[in-house]
C-alpha cells in the first residue's frame, strides 16, 4: 500500500517507549526511521516531534532520558524538508506537571483533551502544508 501514496506531509513522533534502551540506540533508530521515510518520499515535508512528556513532573527519570533523547534528533531537522515540531510544553502546566487529565497514564494522550491539545498544535502545520 505504500507504493500507492505520496503523501505531502509526514509526522513522525516515535521513541517514548525506548526508555529501557539507551538514548543513543533511541535517536540511532529514529535517524534511521527518518531516513528510511526521506528515501521513500523524498518529495514529502517530515514533521518531526519532540519525543513527548512523560511521568508526572521533571523529576520522572523517563522524562530525563527523553530530554536527552530530544537533544540529539533535533539535529536531524533541516528547516526544509524535515522540520521539528516541539509541543510539549503545550501537554504540561505552567510548572512542569503532566495532569492525568491530559495523558491518564502520564504517557499517552488517550483522551479528549489531550488529543485535542495535539491537534490544535499541529493545525499550523497542517493549514501551512497541506492541500
Known amino acids: 500500500i ?9 509526522t513522525i513522533m516515535i521513541g517514548t517507549n525506548n ?5 543513543e540506540a533511541t535517536v540511532a533508530g529514529i535517524k ?8 521513500r518520499y523524498p518529495e514529502a515535508k517530515i514533521l518531526l516531534y519532540a519525543i513527548f512528556p512523560r511521568g508526572a513532573d521533571n523529576k520522572d527519570w ?7 533523547v530530544n537533544a540529539e534528533i ?3 531537522c533541516d528547516g526544509d524538508k524535515v522540520e521539528w515540531v516541539d509541543i510539549r ?5 505552567a510548572d512542569g506537571i503532566l495532569e492525568k487529565s491530559v495523558m ?3 504517557l499517552h494522550p488517550r483522551n479528549y483533551k ?3 491539545i495535539w491537534g490544535e498544535s499541529l493545525k499550523p502545520y497542517f493549514e501551512k502544508y497541506g492541500k
Open 2 to 10: 505504500l507504493e500507492l501514496v505520496k503523501p505531502q506531509l509526514v
Open 19 to 23: 526508555h529501557r534502551n539507551s538514548p
Open 32 to 39: 534511521l526511521i527518518v531516513e528510511k521515510v526521506r528515501a
Open 62 to 68: 523517563r522524562r530525563a532520558v527523553n530530554e536527552k
Open 74 to 76: 533535533v539535529k536531524f
Open 89 to 93: 510544553k503545550n501537554f504540561l502546566t
Open 104 to 106: 491518564p497514564d502520564l
Open 114 to 116: 489531550g488529543y485535542s
